[in-house]
């Protein structure tokens, strides 16, 4: 559970973790693949920063283009 301002999502797989921060690029949002040696094998992640400048809306529509992304392995 993350309290904090950044948010890993644990993915596992590195080439799954960079197709996700991709894609979620293309739709505009800036979502960082942290993979190995950054962190330990089979632990490769998304690492999402949150801000007082993120309105409600931009979380939703983070969280609505996890949902897409994350669906496909």
């Not at 644990?10 to 996700?20: K, S, T």
């Not at 190995?36 to 983070?62: K, N, W, Y």
């Amino acid at each position: 559970n993350a309290c904090g301002p950044i948010v890993p999502i644990v993915l596992d797989d590195p080439e799954r973790a960079v197709r996700a921060a991709e894609e979620l690029q293309r739709r505009g949002m800036l979502v960082a693949a942290i993979r190995p040696p950054t962190v330990p094998r089979g632990t490769s992640r998304l690492r999402i920063s949150l801000s007082s400048g993120h309105s409600a809306d931009d979380v939703h529509q983070l969280v609505h283009a996890l949902s897409e992304t994350l669906r496909t392995p």
